[in-house]
């Protein structure tokens, strides 16, 4: 014996003990142990490794009750394999399913059970002459098999037969990809986000030092069995036959890419956990998709109707029948094809050629070779066998290699193992599982070829091996396999559900999004996040054309819709446009869209449109901030602010941006030049330069082949002219934020108009020093007045350009921005209006403030909003002396308003509310010295909401404004 090296066996103890200071003790409260062990609190050992198998009935079927095997009168197991099992040509599956059938049911198989096999011989004796294992005619022929190992505190008299141990877990939980004990888990990770190893091509470690196959072989890699030898370096996964066939290893590797996948996601939206929380929370989600694909896609594909999930039930004890793993669940080798087909993307046979199944045992080499795609394709595309009794020669006479070079008969050897194992007969089995016994043969089947054959084998039918029954059996209506094996499947798994504390549906630390993303997560969407194939139909379990397959394979489109901000945008037209006809949704509240099953292969674009709400945001807030970036006090800072600051969409922001802006703010224009309300951008895209409006920046996703997956899509919404964020997402701007403003008084001259006059009325304003800008809007009686234009007064650059005038309506609009660093003159007049007065008037009954076409508002200074208010003075000089009546404020309001007013001397005044057809609403009186003074309203003082108006008496003096009380 060679001895290895000191360096080596150093490595290794140190490699040791790095696993035992990682691997972190499990909260057996809500996560599952390695074992199995405490899924049941109650009865910790239920389901766990090494939890022996249950007894379906009230007895074991051993020849002697205790350990000798059953049926010892009944003929050769290969005797019966050469009768009734052997296949001459192709027989495939009526209800045209897949070979996913048989590579996943295998898969799960390796998932939740395996009693592996001890030294006691159970040879099996072959015919004489058999022309594949007795050539010669010797007579003397076997195939060589041993017995399962046994519990050994049992087999030791008819009241405690011989029982058999599951020495991995019993539950759907993933063990097959993550082990069933912690050396093997621990072996199979990184320790480093939660990953799992991987060798070259995305595929599981080999048995070496570092995973790779050109590193030396590690001693204390866990075992996996290999009894083929082509190599010394072999996979390793979770379960020990994972090598078994290259099928098989297919979903091995696929499950644990999707681990690390899933890895990558939680650790993006999770950035605070660290290897321990990434890794448990990828294997729940893992467990879960297989539990899920098994009870949603795969047991209904074989017409198993599990009754519907009621809960977790402690009573029920989930592990595995001994009849379920001697027989039931070995049925699936008559579904084998003979040749493994590969594929590649264009569903022509790969050039390394499709695969015999009789090589394919034990040989990483073919997965090496061409990764998992071609054996995935072909999946797909070829009928699995049908269900029935004949099975394909590859695993009836070459089973791990030809007859006489290691070669076996699964077909015997399953045969056998229900002896060995102490099963009773077929009809026995039945009435465990609630059925009626049957009385002849035909009952069984009626097909003359099958009942005679087993007439002619058994005599008796009371003598059947079970899992020869089960094959020989016909359909049940509508599904696969006969009644007998439909009820054990029903029985069985709905068990290993029910009574799984964990199963993801009552998960204790799975959120109910989670939740429903297993529930909505099918094995095709697993191929296809994880391997590079572009076509596959929905349900991999139905086999179909490659040909056929764009006709039928679908993708969901769904995605977010948000501002830089993360708000979620409604009222989104989401349009996916391809190659029969577009389709449309709007976003939710929530700002999500969700196109389910589109033609895969039809999508072109999938584009956003919202064309509402061209001033929602906008106002002079964002010309003052526009300049200030134009000028460099202040950069917009942001790439989507830079984008909504590019108003007429030239690739630059300048002066014309802002006069674009200004026409649509005053109301003169109803669009922006070249541009639209909303912008929507790809959230992934990363600008490249210092001026991202300029970018060739996606504002539609292109799909230039199949959509070969589904497509989750994040937008981000810009409204273009609004750099200030204030944009309400809704209908308008938020109330809230109204009602916590303060408020900017522009005061008037009221006076006597009279007719066929003209008058410039000076607009005058307080701490105009603190004024960058304002907006705001003047109703007029048109029949009154007659608007002639504006005059300049101390504000710098107000001209024309700033005013706009609507003469049918009787409404004019002004917007301004202070010029950098201008000064202006404290209590001159700002501007003159000019009016012609067509019949006598007082002004403040022919001028009003009015926001039907513009928000009155102030700019301080940083950015401070203030809502513009409009006060009439009596005095001539437009000084704060005589009597005035100002804006409510807040303005719009829901909760309370404050009514300000200016007495010149002691007076009574009165307050009345009435509505827009003149009804008071209220009326309220005091006495008063002279100065400032308010009212205070409250909701419940008004009856009526909407438009109001307000109107202060004072002597001579009287003043109505206009308010709004929304809800």
Not at 391 to 413: H, K, S, T
Request: proline share 6%.
């Amino acid at each position: 014996m060679q001895r290895r090296p000191l360096h080596l066996n150093l490595t290794c103890l140190l490699f040791l003990f790095s696993l035992a200071l990682q691997a972190q003790e499990i909260d057996v409260q809500n996560y599952r142990t390695y074992d199995g062990s405490f899924n049941n609190m109650s009865n910790p050992s239920w389901g766990a490794v090494n939890d022996l198998l249950l007894i379906s009935g009230d007895r074991m079927g051993y020849a002697n009750l205790i350990a000798q095997p059953a049926g010892p009168n009944r003929p050769s197991a290969r005797r019966i394999s050469n009768s009734l099992f052997s296949q001459g040509s192709p027989l495939s599956d009526p209800y045209e399913l897949s070979d996913f059938i048989w590579g996943f049911g295998q898969f799960l198989d390796h998932d939740f059970g395996l009693t592996p096999d001890g030294s006691e011989p159970m040879n099996i004796p072959v015919p004489q002459g058999d022309e594949m294992f007795d050539p010669f005619n010797t007579g003397q022929a076997f195939i060589p098999m041993v017995r399962n190992v046994f519990d050994p505190s049992t087999g030791t008299n008819a009241l405690n037969p011989r029982r058999h141990p599951n020495i991995i877990t019993a539950f759907i939980d993933g063990s097959g990809v993550y082990g069933s004990e912690d050396y093997r888990a621990n072996w199979l990770r990184t320790f480093e986000g939660g990953k799992m190893k991987v060798s070259a091509g995305n595929l599981p470690p080999f048995n070496t030092y570092n995973g790779q196959y050109d590193a030396p072989v590690d001693p204390n890699a866990p075992h996996m069995d290999n009894p083929v030898g082509l190599t010394e370096k072999i996979f390793v996964c979770g379960d020990s036959r994972a090598s078994e066939n290259a099928v098989l290893l297919a979903f091995h590797a696929l499950f644990l890419r999707e681990h690390n996948r899933l890895c990558e996601e939680l650790a993006e939206e999770h950035p605070e956990w660290n290897d321990e929380q990434l890794y448990q929370h990828a294997r729940k989600l893992v467990g879960g998709l297989i539990q899920s694909i098994t009870y949603d896609e795969w047991l209904p594909a074989l017409g198993v109707s599990v009754p519907a999930y009621t809960g977790y039930k402690e009573e029920i004890n989930p592990q595995l029948f001994n009849v379920f793993t001697a027989a039931a669940f070995r049925v699936g080798h008559t579904l084998l094809n003979s040749t493994l087909l590969r594929m590649d993307a264009d569903g022509n046979e790969i050039p390394e050629g499709h695969l015999p199944l009789r090589d394919a045992f034990f040989n990483p080499y073919h997965v090496m070779e061409t990764g998992l795609d071609p054996f995935f394709q072909g999946m797909g595309t070829q009928k699995m066998q049908t269900f029935d009794a004949k099975v394909v020669d590859d695993v009836r006479n070459f089973l791990f290699g030809p007859p006489g070079a290691g070669g076996l008969d699964l077909v015997a050897i399953n045969i056998n193992r229900g002896r060995e194992r102490g099963l009773e007969d077929f009809n026995a089995i039945r009435q465990n599982f609630g059925l009626n016994t049957y009385s002849f043969f035909q009952q069984i089947n009626n097909n003359q070829e099958v009942y005679v054959k087993l007439l002619g084998l058994y005599g008796d039918v009371n003598d059947i091996d079970p899992w020869v029954g089960m094959l020989a059996e016909t359909p049940a209506q509508g599904a696969v396999f006969g009644p007998t094996l439909n009820r054990i499947m029903e029985v069985q798994f709905a068990n290993l559900r029910d009574g799984d504390r964990f199963y993801y549906e009552i998960d204790p630390v799975l959120s109910e999004e989670e939740k429903a993303w297993i529930k909505n997560t099918t094995l095709h969407d697993v191929l296809m996040q994880n391997t590079g194939i572009k076509l596959m139909q929905d349900d991999v379990f139905g086999a179909m054309d490659f040909e056929s397959i764009c006709g039928s394979m679908t993708a969901d489109i769904s995605g977010t819709v948000t501002t830089e901000d993360g708000i979620p945008v409604p009222n989104v037209m989401v349009n996916v446009l391809n190659d029969s006809e577009a389709m449309q949704l709007m976003t939710t509240d929530e700002g999500n869209f969700s196109f389910l099953s589109v033609p895969a292969c039809e999508v072109n674009m999938v584009g956003l449109e919202r064309t509402d709400g061209l001033t929602n945001g906008v106002s002079t807030a964002d010309l003052i901030r526009i300049q200030q970036h134009i000028l460099g006090v202040q950069t917009l800072g942001s790439p989507y602010k830079m984008i909504a600051a590019d108003v007429d969409r030239s690739g630059t922001i300048s002066v014309l941006d802002q006069i674009h802006l200004r026409r649509v703010i005053l109301g003169q224009n109803d669009f922006f030049p070249n541009n639209d309300s909303w912008r929507f951008i790809d959230a992934k895209y990363e600008f490249q330069t210092n001026a991202p409006q300029a970018e060739d920046f996606p504002e539609t996703v292109t799909v230039e082949d199949v959509l070969s997956q589904n497509m989750d899509l994040e937008f981000i919404a810009v409204k273009v002219g609004d750099v200030t964020g204030d944009a309400n997402i809704g209908d308008g701007l938020a109330p809230d934020e109204l009602e916590n403003r303060s408020q900017f008084i522009f005061t008037l001259q009221n006076m006597e108009l009279q007719a066929g006059q003209s008058y410039d009325i000076p607009v005058f304003a307080s701490d105009i020093a603190q004024l960058e800008g304002y907006q705001f809007g003047l109703d007029y009686k048109a029949g009154a007045l007659q608007f002639e234009g504006m005059k300049a007064g101390v504000l710098p650059a107000l001209d024309e350009s700033h005013f706009a005038h609507f003469p049918e309506a009787g409404f004019i609009s002004t917007s301004w921005v202070r010029p950098a660093n201008a000064k202006i003159e404290d209590g001159s007049p700002l501007f003159y209006l000019a009016f012609r007065a067509l019949q006598p008037v007082t002004l403040s009954e022919a001028l009003s403030l009015s926001e039907a076409k513009i928000k009155a508002e102030a700019y301080g200074q940083n950015g401070a909003i203030s809502t513009a208010g409009l006060a009439f003075e009596q005095s001539q000089s437009g000084l704060e002396t005589g009597f005035a009546l100002y804006q409510n404020s807040p303005n719009p309001f829901k909760a309370s308003t404050v009514i300000a007013f200016r007495l010149p001397e002691a007076a009574r005044a009165t307050l009345t509310i009435t509505d827009l057809s003149g009804k008071v609403l209220l009326s309220r009186s005091g006495t008063f010295e002279a100065g400032e003074h308010q009212w205070q309203l409250n909701r419940s003082d008004l009856p009526a909401t909407g438009i109001l108006f307000y109107t202060v008496e004072a002597g001579q003096e009287k003043a109505t404004q206009r308010m709004v009380l929304i809800d």
